[in-house]
C-alpha cells in the first residue's frame, strides 16, 4: 500500500515570505531524495486558504509533492452565497487535488456535526477532490474507553455517504484516506502507543470494510504529535500506513524526516 506523508500547515506560516521560505526548502531537500531514489512515499501539504494557489502553482512545476485544502463549504460544491467559504470547485481549481475534512479543531472550533461532514464529503467527491477523514476521540473519551465508539460514530459520516450517493462510491472508494488523530495527542507531544494505534486502526479498516464488499482496503493515517524522533516506530507498524503531521510539518527537515521513515519502512 502506497504510503502517504501529510502536512496540515493550519493557520500558518504568517507571510507569504514564510511560505514562499518553507516551500523552496522543502522542494529543494525532496527533490535530492527523488532523485536519489530516498522517497518511497507520496507527499502532501495542506496550507491554509489564503496560500493555496501559489503553493500548489509551485508545486504543479515540480510534482514532487501533492496539495490538499483544509476544509471545503459544505453549502454548496461550487459558487453562491456563503460569505466567508471556499468551495470544493474553487480548491480544486486552485490546484489542490485533495482536501482535509473532519479535523478536530474543525469540529470544535466550528461545531461540524454528522450532516455537514456528510455534506462536505459529497461535495469534495463531486469535483474530484480525494477527502483525508480525519477521525479520534478527545482525553475523557480515551480515558472512559469509548475510543471505538466515538470512531465508529464519525465513520458513519462515510457509511452514509456510500449508502445515500451511489453515484459517488467509485470517486469515495479509490479518493479515501483515514486520518486517526486522537485529540489528545494533538500538538500535546503526548502519543498513544504504537500497539494502541495499531489496533484502532485494524478496527477503522474492517469498519470501513464493512460498509461494502467491493470498498478496497482503506489507507489509515497517524496523526497527532508525530515528530522525527518518533516517525520511526510508528512507520514500522504494518496498519499505519502514513503520517497526518502538524507542527513537525512547518520545518522542511522534521517532515522530511518524517517521510523518510515511513520511505523506509515501507518500501
Ligand atoms: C494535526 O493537527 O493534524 C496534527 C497531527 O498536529 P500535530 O502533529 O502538531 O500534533
Redesign the pocket.
Known amino acids: 500500500m502506497q504510503a502517504w506523508v501529510i502536512g ?1 500547515w ?1 493557520q500558518n506560516p504568517a507571510t507569504v515570505s514564510e511560505v514562499n521560505t518553507l516551500l523552496e526548502t522543502l522542494l529543494a531537500a525532496a527533490s535530492d531524495k527523488i532523485a536519489n531514489k530516498n522517497l518511497g512515499c507520496q507527499l502532501m501539504v495542506a496550507p491554509s486558504c489564503i496560500h493555496l494557489a501559489a503553493v500548489s502553482t509551485r508545486l504543479q512545476e515540480t510534482s514532487l509533492l501533492l496539495t490538499a485544502a483544509q476544509d471545503i463549504s459544505a453549502h454548496s460544491d461550487s459558487t453562491g452565497a456563503y460569505t466567508g467559504d471556499c468551495s470544493a470547485q474553487q480548491v480544486a481549481d486552485a490546484g489542490a487535488t485533495w482536501t482535509i475534512l473532519g ?1 478536530s ?1 474543525r469540529r470544535q472550533y466550528h461545531r461540524e456535526s454528522h450532516q455537514t461532514l456528510v455534506d462536505k464529503v459529497s461535495n469534495a467527491l463531486k469535483q474530484n477532490l480525494g477527502v483525508v477523514f ?1 477521525i479520534g476521540e478527545t482525553q475523557v473519551q480515551y480515558d472512559a474507553k469509548q475510543t471505538l465508539d466515538v470512531l465508529n460514530e464519525q465513520l458513519a459520516v462515510i457509511k452514509d455517504c456510500w449508502s445515500q450517493q451511489p453515484e459517488l462510491n467509485k470517486m469515495l472508494s479509490e479518493r479515501l484516506i483515514i ?1 486517526y ?1 486522537p485529540v489528545w ?4 507531544g503526548k502519543v498513544p502507543t504504537v500497539e494502541e494505534v495499531s489496533a484502532t486502526h485494524e478496527h477503522i479498516k474492517q469498519t470501513v470494510a464493512s460498509f461494502d464488499k467491493t470498498l478496497p482496503a482503506v489507507t489509515v493515517l497517524y ?4 515528530n522525527a524522533d518518533n516517525a520511526d516506530s510508528f512507520a514500522a507498524s504494518p496498519v499505519i500506513d502514513g503520517a ?6 512547518l520545518k522542511a527537515d522534521s517532515f522530511l524526516a518524517i517521510a523518510d521513515a515511513f520511505s523506509h519502512a515501507k518500501s
Open positions: 496540515n493550519k479535523h479543531e480525519c486520518a488523530e495527542a494533538i500538538g500535546t496523526g497527532g504529535s508525530v497526518l503531521v502538524g507542527g513537525a510539518s
